[in-house]
T-cell receptor
Framework: ETGVTQSPTHLIKTRGQQVTLRCSSQSGHNTVSWYQQALGQGPQFIFQYYREEENGRGNFPPRFSGLQFPNYSSELNVNALELDDSALYLC????????????FGPGTRLTVT | AQSVTQPDIHITVSEGASLELRCNYSYGATPYLFWYVQSPGQGLQLLLKYFSGDTLVQGIKGFEAEFKRSQSSFNLRKPSVHWSDAAEYFCAVVSTDSWGKFQFGAGTQVVVTP
């Protein structure tokens, strides 16, 4: 059984650009959540996807969007990057929306210059 | 407003000594409580969780936590720390009226000295 994987590990983008981050859920998990972890802070909930639909959203602007695919893998897209978007982006998968057990991937470190 | 507070940003402890990390929460509905650990370059690993029942819960790696409703606290403890316990620890809360929206504290960095 493979765990949650994320790609890429690191990337550097320029302000105003767009970025796509990818996440593969743990086998059998149909729910994916994304978090932003700025340096020195705890993770902040961005949104959750269940069966390819957004199932809850935190306090993030619409330029943060996502997708979930039939195989339950997921993408996080960020448009019009700002310097403050520099952070570790974490993906977490769960067996269901009500399991409360989340399994986190190692994260993608995004640097915006 | 809902909030999770970890009062200690940084704790230094000697190997073999006991460790206690504090977590206080403010939630209207019944909260579900978690402790996660994050080592450098790695994702978050669940140490333990509290949903209901016995207020003292046991987790992995020898950790335990006690839920105290009257104090709105969920403190994490370990009787004897090992050098490998050096990491950042996060308390997290989710409530039944906000499915999936975990709220994390700012974290406590634990340094273990020889």
């Amino acid at each position: 059984e493979t765990g949650v994987t994320q790609s890429p590990t690191h990337l550097i983008k320029t302000r105003g650009q767009q970025v796509t981050l990818r996440c593969s859920s743990q086998s059998g998990h149909n729910t994916v959540s994304w978090y932003q972890q700025a340096l020195g802070q705890g993770p902040q909930f961005i949104f959750q996807y269940y069966r390819e639909e957004e199932n809850g959203r935190g306090n993030f602007p619409p330029r943060f969007s996502g997708l979930q695919f039939p195989n339950y893998s997921s993408e996080l897209n960020v448009n019009a990057l700002e310097l403050d978007d520099s952070a570790l982006y974490l993906c977490a998968s769960s067996p269901s929306t009500v399991s409360y057990e989340q399994y986190f991937g190692p994260g993608t470190r995004l640097t915006v210059t | 407003a809902q909030s999770v507070t970890q009062p200690d940003i940084h704790i230094t402890v000697s190997e073999g000594a006991s460790l206690e990390l504090r977590c206080n929460y403010s939630y209207g509905a019944t909260p579900y409580l978690f402790w996660y650990v994050q080592s450098p370059g790695q994702g978050l690993q669940l140490l333990l969780k509290y949903f209901s029942g016995d207020t003292l819960v046991q987790g992995i790696k020898g950790f335990e936590a006690e839920f105290k409703r009257s104090q709105s606290s969920f403190n994490l403890r370990k009787p004897s720390v090992h050098w490998s316990d050096a990491a950042e620890y996060f308390c997290a809360v989710v409530s039944t009226d906000s499915w999936g929206k975990f709220q994390f504290g700012a974290g406590t960095q634990v340094v273990v000295t020889p």
